[in-house]
């Protein structure tokens, strides 16, 4: 069997595994052309992932709702909300950051406690649930911000978390550009092709079928590479931001509890079958409690990277975050099935919806064109969903 | 044993009058009959009372034959979303589905195309028709959660108002046949003959229910008690049209409304569809194996909802005069699924009226136009309607878990 | 004749796994195929196929001379039974049975058809009719029925179809016995009207007596086509099972010998629930015997009741009147009795002259002396003449001193210090008993010496015991025979003392005569606790 063969045979049976990738590779070449190579610069790829951060966030949240056979049509304006909220705690009652953004958080996880009250006690189903939450954060949105309009937050500390870079390494001026970054790119990498290799021969000794030699090969440089290009681009710029070391601890961390954890193990049990998870002891309603809680948090979050990012609350903050996010999610490989998808997979849909805005604004494109085209892609991303899945099954 | 036997009979209590039983058994059939419409009346009258006493102007002629057209445009769109229920699924495109009917009607009426009315109306509902074949049609062919491919198109055709209307603005209507779907009011000799029509109609509906019941031998309502509902229904008529001619007259939706009830109900519960629709939605591995096209049923109830999506929106454009960027957005979309469930349509399928529809929308509008005259900001609206959504929706869950509990 | 149903070469495999294996088989009309296999074996995924709910994976299913690919084909023409029923469950029995094939009037198409719910209601009536099912009612929503009636509504569905093939998964084990009998009729009938039917069973009973032709299948591959009256139970089981014609192993025949045993619980069961029913026929009217028998009893207690107010009264009255008869007695007779005595003494004072009468008048007043003290003690007998002024205890001191004396049966006495005074009655009561006791002893008892004791048992129950020496209680003696013994005596005892809501004891002691022991409650009088 030759390289080619191999290759072909790879990438059909794991289309959906790589369909993201391709989507996100086409859309950046597509943008990159028809912007004269601006959308890959580094400002743009800097702007592109501290405007993808709160999608992501909120993508990582709707993926596990999605697993679990639900959705939450509500968390855009949810973060909307909370994050007026955090601006009033801010800027009316003056309270520190450090109080804000944990009682942001908690709130968040309790506004989506209530949620999944509603949807495991009273068993209403969740987009209708969710759909009055919409009407409710909106309203509760519009409440907040109607005495002062939009709220300005005249706090850098919570600013930076939308806006400012990490640190570079004082003296280290041997490379150019922003050394810390190019470390930890570097540091990634390493991790990578390490758990990877690991990985592999891991799945040999149990005799499990894994990816021919070479093709391996190529998917750790491919990988390697982009991460090198990518953490090159932006030290050339100002390093990473913040937003984007939160958004990547949180899909670490939700990376790890979803696939090494047994609470990740029984979220997907329940998404599989609910049935099936419910008889072999699994508490379903513990699980939705779980994963609604915790798609409040991340709401929580999301609207705190949004707020500080504009660096004010707005009327209209989180209008369609939840389109965005479940959009992403599927484009990250999530099933309208349940028990299918992973939080990586929706942090690389969050950036091909991340890439789609951002590269439509820079080329100018009217805000109807926009619409249409982020209805397309989620229903492309749905079709693909379908499609891929019926030929696996 | 003759001496027992006296004993026996007189330990027996006395029978109830012939009176009594005869009430105790219309109350029990009253109950039984409009039991999932008693909740939205008490709702009603809660609504009209709290209003009332807020602001003095709620419960007048004006403001009456006002909410019969404020809801006009809600209840159409919400006639068509019970039919996507009843099926177990949900249109989330209706808003600016009817949006888009309004805009493309808009720019057919106006000064390029200058179509005449019926023209422009009816390639209207062709698109809406089209629009609906194509939700359906991904939804069965990739079996797809109806929720995201409308939420899909949603997005998508709410950016198709927005590139229609482009630069305009707003376009005005001045075709004044559509005008007056919105703004003609019947004169009141056309009023009372309406009433009459309708009072012949309801009676000679219930007597043959009441001799089909006869006919199968079961034993249904007693002729006082259908003279009761008759007269009930008569005076609740009458009423209405009284009320409406004191102002400028029953309106002209109110008439659209009733027809497009009469035809939709007849096409859910009299047709071979309505069943249909009710069998896919109650088990629809039942209703595939009895061999009906489930797909194509699917399709159609998509089409439906866009049809009447897309009416709503030309009513909503003929009570405005015109049409604007705004169109379909706010709270139209959960207003008419609100005044669906409210009126007590199942979300989980197989369950609902549509005539309860027209109940549902009739209080999600007399709250839009209470507190419109309560002068609430828009945050409070959208709070107070988010938490209506909720409680109805508890409402269904609830009784759905009693009749779980039941079966 | 044109074959209806022909499948060739059919082959399902889901995945890796085969699951039919090259399957051909022909169907004619008016032509009943049984299919047995064991579970597993792939019936149920073959009648999928033909119904259409699956794609074959090679070969084909043709269904008179048109290839079938999906379901909405051909559903019109081919009838499928599932071993599990899916029905709309909010829709009720009559909708489900004519679901997809309503009767009605149709105006343009199919689906604007306005079903004609009387007419589906007499079709629905008449096949339920025929099935033997009289329990169901047509407006019942199918969520609120049980298995069995599901199974009977979907062979319903069959019915109503005007198919030409009818293809049946494993007629369930969820009907019963009489149904399953019912429904290999209805198949024959199926026969006759020219229908053809694919009939899957593992029960080797049903395919025997149903069908003309065995087709048999084992892990998805055809094994056997036999007439069905050419065929023998062994050869079918062996190629259900898989094994050689000549050994067939004990495995084997236990699985038949489990169906014919099966065969004959459902048929014993069948029989049971008969019996049962005769069973609760019969309890129901026992139960209605009992309810007249206790309205019999009701009554005769009521009877009884009655009856003890009357003698109650009528021993009130009959006291009454004995003692208004011993004051006649005592305040006329004895009076006059007296007084002419008294005119014979002044008679004999001035007729002393008079010989005769001297002589004769003091044996006249003898005898009126005589007379009065007679006459006082039939007044004592009537009224005890102690019980009024004296009380209880005087009067049974009185008594027994002249019954002493008279009958010369000597009577201990142990009366209760504190008896004090009571009621009228329970005193005369308490007094007649010991008189009719006493005179008991002395016509039966040949007894010497008699123990009579009142004493209060507690506060409020009086114990009355007459004790004697004599010789006890015959062996025949039986309370409830007293009157026909004639034992009046006893018999009055044991009437008072029920009537003052007491009981009576009567037995011998040992060693020694009978007792007779009366425990007869009482309210004390007011005064007499206060004096205590």
């Given at each position: 069997?030759?390289?080619?063969?191999?290759?072909?045979?790879?990438?059909?049976?794991?289309?959906?595994?790589?369909?993201?990738?391709?989507?996100?590779?086409?859309?950046?070449?597509?943008?990159?052309?028809?912007?004269?190579?601006?959308?890959?610069?580094?400002?743009?790829?800097?702007?592109?992932?501290?405007?993808?951060?709160?999608?992501?966030?909120?993508?990582?949240?709707?993926?596990?709702?999605?697993?679990?056979?639900?959705?939450?049509?509500?968390?855009?304006?949810?973060?909307?909300?909370?994050?007026?909220?955090?601006?009033?705690?801010?800027?009316?009652?003056?309270?520190?950051?450090?109080?804000?953004?944990?009682?942001?958080?908690?709130?968040?996880?309790?506004?989506?406690?209530?949620?999944?009250?509603?949807?495991?006690?009273?068993?209403?189903?969740?987009?209708?649930?969710?759909?009055?939450?919409?009407?409710?954060?909106?309203?509760?949105?519009?409440?907040?911000?109607?005495?002062?309009?939009?709220?300005?937050?005249?706090?850098?500390?919570?600013?930076?978390?939308?806006?400012?870079?990490?640190?570079?390494?004082?003296?280290?001026?041997?490379?150019?550009?922003?050394?810390?970054?190019?470390?930890?790119?570097?540091?990634?990498?390493?991790?990578?092709?390490?758990?990877?290799?690991?990985?592999?021969?891991?799945?040999?000794?149990?005799?499990?079928?894994?990816?021919?030699?070479?093709?391996?090969?190529?998917?750790?440089?491919?990988?390697?590479?982009?991460?090198?290009?990518?953490?090159?681009?932006?030290?050339?710029?100002?390093?990473?931001?913040?937003?984007?070391?939160?958004?990547?601890?949180?899909?670490?961390?939700?990376?790890?509890?979803?696939?090494?954890?047994?609470?990740?193990?029984?979220?997907?049990?329940?998404?599989?079958?609910?049935?099936?998870?419910?008889?072999?002891?699994?508490?379903?309603?513990?699980?939705?409690?779980?994963?609604?809680?915790?798609?409040?948090?991340?709401?929580?979050?999301?609207?705190?990277?949004?707020?500080?990012?504009?660096?004010?609350?707005?009327?209209?903050?989180?209008?369609?975050?939840?389109?965005?996010?479940?959009?992403?999610?599927?484009?990250?490989?999530?099933?309208?099935?349940?028990?299918?998808?992973?939080?990586?997979?929706?942090?690389?849909?969050?950036?091909?919806?991340?890439?789609?805005?951002?590269?439509?604004?820079?080329?100018?494109?009217?805000?109807?064109?926009?619409?249409?085209?982020?209805?397309?892609?989620?229903?492309?991303?749905?079709?693909?969903?379908?499609?891929?899945?019926?030929?696996?099954? | 044993?003759?001496?027992?036997?006296?004993?026996?009979?007189?330990?027996?209590?006395?029978?109830?009058?012939?009176?009594?039983?005869?009430?105790?058994?219309?109350?029990?059939?009253?109950?039984?009959?409009?039991?999932?419409?008693?909740?939205?009346?008490?709702?009603?009258?809660?609504?009209?009372?709290?209003?009332?006493?807020?602001?003095?102007?709620?419960?007048?002629?004006?403001?009456?034959?006002?909410?019969?057209?404020?809801?006009?445009?809600?209840?159409?769109?919400a006639y068509g979303v019970v039919f996507v229920l009843l099926l177990g699924e949900l249109d989330l495109s209706v808003?600016?589905?009817?949006?888009?009917?309004?805009?493309?009607?808009?720019?057919?009426?106006?000064?390029?195309?200058?179509?005449?009315?019926?023209?422009?109306?009816?390639?209207?509902?062709?698109?809406?028709?089209?629009?609906g074949?194509?939700h359906g049609?991904?939804i069965?062919?990739?079996?797809?959660?109806s929720?995201?491919?409308t939420?899909?198109?949603?997005?998508?055709?709410?950016?198709?108002?927005?590139?229609?209307?482009?630069?305009?603005?707003?376009?005005?209507?001045?075709?004044?046949?559509?005008?007056?779907?919105?703004?003609?009011?019947?004169?009141?000799?056309?009023?009372?003959?309406?009433?009459?029509?309708?009072?012949?109609?309801?009676?000679?509906?219930?007597?043959?229910?009441?001799?089909?019941?006869?006919?199968?031998?079961?034993?249904?309502?007693?002729?006082?008690?259908?003279?009761?509902?008759?007269?009930?229904?008569?005076?609740?008529?009458?009423?209405?049209?009284?009320?409406?001619?004191?102002?400028?007259?029953?309106?002209?939706?109110?008439?659209?409304?009733?027809?497009?009830?009469?035809?939709?109900?007849?096409?859910?519960?009299?047709?071979?569809?309505?069943?249909?629709v009710?069998?896919?939605g109650?088990?629809?591995?039942?209703?595939?194996?009895?061999?009906?096209?489930?797909?194509?049923?699917r399709?159609?109830v998509f089409m439906i909802s866009s049809?009447m999506a897309?009416?709503?929106?030309?009513?909503?454009?003929?009570?405005?005069?015109?049409?604007?960027?705004?169109?379909?957005?706010?709270?139209?979309?959960?207003?008419s699924i609100?005044?669906a469930?409210?009126?007590?349509t199942?979300l989980?399928g197989?369950?609902g009226?549509?005539?309860?529809?027209?109940?549902?929308?009739?209080?999600?509008?007399?709250?839009?136009?209470?507190?419109?005259?309560?002068?609430?900001?828009?945050?409070?609206?959208?709070?107070?309607?988010?938490?209506?959504?909720?409680?109805?929706?508890?409402?269904?869950?609830?009784?759905?878990?009693?009749?779980?509990?039941?079966? | 004749?044109?074959?209806?149903?022909?499948?060739?070469?059919?082959?399902?495999?889901?995945?890796?796994?085969?699951?039919?294996?090259?399957?051909?088989?022909?169907?004619?009309?008016?032509?009943?195929?049984?299919?047995?296999?064991?579970?597993?074996?792939?019936?149920?995924?073959?009648?999928?196929?033909?119904?259409?709910?699956?794609?074959?994976?090679?070969?084909?299913?043709?269904?008179?001379?048109?290839?079938?690919?999906?379901?909405?084909?051909?559903?019109?023409?081919?009838?499928?039974?599932?071993?599990?029923?899916?029905?709309?469950?909010?829709?009720?029995?009559?909708?489900?049975?004519?679901?997809?094939?309503?009767?009605?009037?149709?105006?343009?198409?199919?689906?604007?058809?306005?079903?004609?719910?009387?007419?589906?209601?007499?079709?629905?009536?008449?096949?339920?009719?025929?099935?033997?099912?009289?329990?169901?009612?047509?407006?019942?929503?199918?969520?609120?029925?049980?298995?069995?009636?599901?199974?009977?509504?979907?062979?319903?569905?069959?019915?109503?179809?005007?198919?030409?093939?009818?293809?049946?998964?494993?007629?369930?084990?969820?009907?019963?016995?009489?149904?399953?009998?019912?429904?290999?009729?209805?198949?024959?009938?199926?026969?006759?009207?020219?229908?053809?039917?694919?009939?899957?069973?593992?029960?080797?009973?049903?395919?025997?007596?149903?069908?003309?032709?065995?087709?048999?299948?084992?892990?998805?591959?055809?094994?056997?086509?036999?007439?069905?009256?050419?065929?023998?139970?062994?050869?079918?089981?062996?190629?259900?099972?898989?094994?050689?014609?000549?050994?067939?192993?004990?495995?084997?025949?236990?699985?038949?010998?489990?169906?014919?045993?099966?065969?004959?619980?459902?048929?014993?069961?069948?029989?049971?629930?008969?019996?049962?029913?005769?069973?609760?026929?019969?309890?129901?009217?026992?139960?209605?015997?009992?309810?007249?028998?206790?309205?019999?009893?009701?009554?005769?207690?009521?009877?009884?009741?009655?009856?003890?107010?009357?003698?109650?009264?009528?021993?009130?009255?009959?006291?009454?009147?004995?003692?208004?008869?011993?004051?006649?007695?005592?305040?006329?007779?004895?009076?006059?009795?007296?007084?002419?005595?008294?005119?014979?003494?002044?008679?004999?004072?001035?007729?002393?002259?008079?010989?005769?009468?001297?002589?004769?008048?003091?044996?006249?007043?003898?005898?009126?002396?005589?007379?009065?003290?007679?006459?006082?003690?039939?007044?004592?007998?009537?009224?005890?003449?102690?019980?009024?002024?004296?009380?209880?205890?005087?009067?049974?001191?009185?008594?027994?001193?002249?019954?002493?004396?008279?009958?010369?049966?000597?009577?201990?006495?142990?009366?209760?210090?504190?008896?004090?005074?009571?009621?009228?009655?329970?005193?005369?009561?308490?007094?007649?008993?010991?008189?009719?006791?006493?005179?008991?002893?002395?016509?039966?008892?040949?007894?010497?010496?008699?123990?009579?004791?009142?004493?209060?048992?507690?506060?409020?129950?009086?114990?009355?015991?007459?004790?004697?020496?004599?010789?006890?209680?015959?062996?025949?003696?039986?309370?409830?025979?007293?009157?026909?013994?004639?034992?009046?005596?006893?018999?009055?005892?044991?009437?008072?003392?029920?009537?003052?809501?007491?009981?009576?004891?009567?037995?011998?002691?040992?060693?020694?005569?009978?007792?007779?022991?009366?425990?007869?409650?009482?309210?004390?009088?007011?005064?007499?606790?206060?004096?205590?």
């Amino acid at each position: 069997m030759t390289f080619f063969q191999d290759l072909q045979r790879v990438l059909r049976q794991n289309v959906r595994e790589y369909g993201m990738f391709i989507a996100l590779f086409v859309i950046m070449a597509i943008f990159t052309v028809l912007t004269n190579g601006l959308f890959l610069s580094a400002r743009n790829i800097s702007n592109l992932i501290n405007q993808t951060g709160y999608i992501a966030v909120l993508a990582v949240g709707m993926t596990l709702v999605i697993v679990i056979r639900h959705i939450d049509l509500s968390v855009g304006f949810l973060a909307g909300f909370l994050g007026a909220i955090a601006a009033i705690a801010l800027v009316q009652w003056s309270f520190p950051v450090v109080a804000v953004i944990p009682m942001v958080l908690v709130l968040g996880i309790f506004t989506g406690l209530i949620t999944a009250f509603l949807v495991a006690y009273f068993g209403i189903p969740a987009f209708v649930a969710t759909l009055a939450g919409w009407l409710i954060y909106r309203g509760l949105l519009l409440q907040a911000t109607m005495s002062t309009g939009t709220i300005i937050i005249p706090n850098a500390a919570f600013n930076a978390i939308g806006n400012g870079y990490i640190p570079d390494i004082p003296g280290f001026d041997m490379i150019p550009g922003h050394a810390l970054t190019l470390i930890l790119g570097i540091i990634a990498i390493v991790i990578y092709i390490v758990s990877e290799i690991n990985a592999r021969r891991k799945k040999q000794t149990y005799d499990f079928e894994v990816l021919p030699r070479d093709i391996f090969i190529l998917k750790l440089a491919f990988i390697a590479v982009v991460i090198g290009l990518v953490t090159w681009v932006l030290s050339g710029y100002n390093g990473l931001s913040w937003t984007a070391i939160i958004v990547l601890l949180v899909v670490g961390i939700y990376s790890f509890i979803t696939t090494r954890t047994v609470l990740g193990r029984h979220i997907y049990a329940v998404g599989g079958n609910p049935e099936a998870a419910e008889l072999s002891g699994i508490s379903v309603k513990r699980i939705t409690y779980v994963v609604f809680g915790s798609m409040g948090l991340l709401s929580a979050l999301s609207g705190i990277l949004f707020t500080s990012r504009l660096q004010s609350a707005t009327t209209t903050a989180g209008t369609l975050f939840e389109l965005d996010a479940i959009a992403a999610a599927y484009v990250g490989g999530v099933s309208a099935a349940g028990g299918v998808g992973s939080v990586f997979g929706s942090l690389i849909g969050a950036l091909v919806m991340g890439s789609l805005t951002n590269g439509m604004n820079l080329m100018g494109v009217d805000i109807s064109v926009q619409y249409v085209a982020r209805g397309l892609v989620l229903v492309a991303a749905v079709i693909f969903d379908a499609t891929t899945r019926r030929r696996g099954g | 044993m003759s001496e027992s036997q006296k004993a026996s009979h007189s330990i027996q209590p006395a029978a109830p009058s012939v009176f009594g039983a005869e009430l105790r058994l219309w109350g029990q059939q009253l109950a039984a009959n409009y039991a999932d419409v008693l909740p939205l009346v008490i709702g009603l009258i809660v609504i009209a009372v709290i209003f009332q006493s807020q602001n003095q102007n709620f419960l007048t002629a004006r403001n009456f034959v006002n909410l019969i057209v404020q809801m006009a445009g809600i209840c159409t769109i919400a006639y068509g979303v019970v039919f996507v229920l009843l099926l177990g699924e949900l249109d989330l495109s209706v808003g600016y589905v009817s949006a888009v009917a309004a805009v493309s009607m808009a720019l057919l009426l106006r000064d390029p195309m200058s179509w005449p009315w019926y023209a422009a109306i009816a390639l209207v509902l062709l698109i809406a028709a089209g629009i609906g074949l194509l939700h359906g049609v991904i939804i069965t062919t990739f079996q797809i959660p109806s929720v995201i491919v409308t939420l899909a198109s949603l997005l998508a055709w709410n950016g198709v108002v927005l590139l229609i209307i482009g630069g305009n603005g707003t376009i005005l209507i001045q075709d004044p046949v559509v005008i007056g779907i919105a703004n003609y009011f019947l004169p009141p000799v056309w009023g009372w003959l309406l009433a009459a029509v309708i009072v012949v109609a309801v009676a000679i509906r219930y007597f043959q229910e009441k001799r089909a019941w006869a006919q199968r031998n079961i034993p249904g309502a007693s002729f006082s008690m259908l003279l009761a509902q008759l007269g009930l229904w008569a005076v609740l008529i009458c009423g209405i049209v009284y009320i409406a001619n004191r102002d400028r007259g029953v309106p002209m939706v109110g008439v659209i409304l009733l027809l497009l009830l009469v035809v939709l109900s007849f096409l859910a519960n009299h047709t071979a569809f309505g069943r249909y629709v009710y069998a896919v939605g109650g088990n629809q591995n039942a209703a595939y194996r009895a061999g009906i096209p489930v797909g194509r049923i699917r399709v159609t109830v998509f089409m439906i909802s866009s049809i009447m999506a897309s009416l709503g929106g030309i009513i909503l454009a003929a009570r405005l005069r015109s049409v604007d960027t705004a169109a379909g957005s706010g709270n139209l979309l959960f207003n008419s699924i609100a005044a669906a469930v409210i009126g007590g349509t199942s979300l989980f399928g197989g369950r609902g009226r549509v005539s309860s529809a027209g109940l549902g929308a009739l209080m999600i509008a007399g709250m839009e136009n209470g507190m419109g005259l309560l002068g609430l900001s828009p945050g409070l609206k959208f709070l107070i309607t988010g938490l209506v959504l909720l409680v109805a929706v508890l409402v269904d869950a609830g009784m759905r878990r009693k009749r779980l509990g039941q079966g | 004749m044109e074959p209806l149903l022909t499948i060739t070469n059919l082959t399902k495999r889901f995945g890796t796994l085969t699951v039919l294996d090259q399957i051909n088989l022909t169907l004619y009309p008016g032509e009943v195929v049984g299919l047995a296999g064991r579970s597993g074996s792939g019936k149920s995924v073959l009648t999928k196929l033909i119904a259409g709910l699956y794609a074959p994976t090679e070969g084909e299913i043709a269904f008179a001379d048109k290839r079938l690919r999906r379901p909405t084909l051909h559903y019109a023409d081919i009838a499928v039974i599932y071993q599990e029923p899916e029905l709309a469950e909010n829709l009720d029995v009559t909708e489900n049975i004519f679901l997809g094939n309503e009767i009605g009037w149709s105006p343009l198409s199919r689906w604007l058809l306005v079903p004609n719910r009387r007419r589906m209601d007499e079709a629905a009536a008449y096949m339920m009719q025929e099935l033997g099912v009289y329990e169901v009612a047509l407006h019942e929503k199918a969520a609120n029925l049980s298995g069995e009636q599901r199974q009977l509504i979907a062979i319903a569905q069959a019915m109503a179809k005007p198919a030409q093939l009818v293809v049946i998964d494993e007629l369930a084990a969820a009907l019963r016995y009489d149904y399953q009998q019912q429904f290999l009729r209805l198949i024959q009938n199926w026969q006759r009207q020219g229908r053809a039917v694919l009939f899957c069973s593992r029960n080797l009973e049903h395919l025997m007596a149903a069908t003309d032709r065995i087709v048999t299948i084992n892990h998805g591959r055809q094994v056997g086509n036999h007439r069905t009256d050419e065929v023998n139970r062994e050869q079918i089981v062996a190629e259900m099972v898989g094994a050689g014609r000549n050994h067939l192993s004990p495995a084997a025949w236990a699985l038949d010998s489990y169906y014919r045993v099966r065969e004959q619980a459902e048929k014993l069961l069948f029989r049971q629930t008969l019996l049962e029913k005769d069973l609760v026929a019969q309890d129901t009217l026992n139960r209605q015997l009992l309810e007249q028998l206790n309205a019999q009893v009701t009554a005769l207690d009521r009877v009884n009741n009655a009856l003890q107010a009357a003698q109650l009264r009528l021993l009130t009255e009959r006291e009454a009147e004995r003692k208004h008869l011993a004051r006649e007695l005592h305040d006329e007779v004895i009076q006059d009795l007296l007084s002419v005595n008294y005119e014979l003494e002044d008679m004999e004072i001035q007729l002393a002259d008079v010989p005769v009468l001297r002589q004769q008048l003091p044996y006249i007043r003898a005898d009126i002396r005589m007379l009065i003290e007679d006459i006082r003690r039939i007044c004592g007998d009537l009224r005890p003449p102690t019980i009024d002024s004296l009380g209880l205890g005087a009067a049974i001191q009185s008594y027994s001193a002249e019954w002493m004396g008279r009958t010369g049966i000597h009577v201990n006495l142990d009366l209760d210090a504190n008896l004090g005074r009571l009621p009228e009655m329970i005193e005369l009561a308490i007094f007649r008993i010991v008189q009719e006791g006493l005179s008991n002893v002395r016509k039966h008892a040949e007894a010497t010496t008699v123990d009579i004791s009142l004493k209060h048992t507690s506060q409020r129950m009086l114990m009355i015991s007459i004790a004697d020496n004599g010789g006890g209680l015959p062996q025949s003696f039986d309370p409830s025979k007293l009157s026909a013994a004639g034992h009046y005596g006893l018999l009055g005892i044991s009437e008072r003392v029920a009537l003052m809501g007491g009981h009576l004891k009567v037995q011998n002691q040992p060693f020694r005569g009978a007792i007779l022991r009366a425990e007869i409650a009482h309210p004390r009088v007011k005064a007499v606790i206060d004096a205590d």
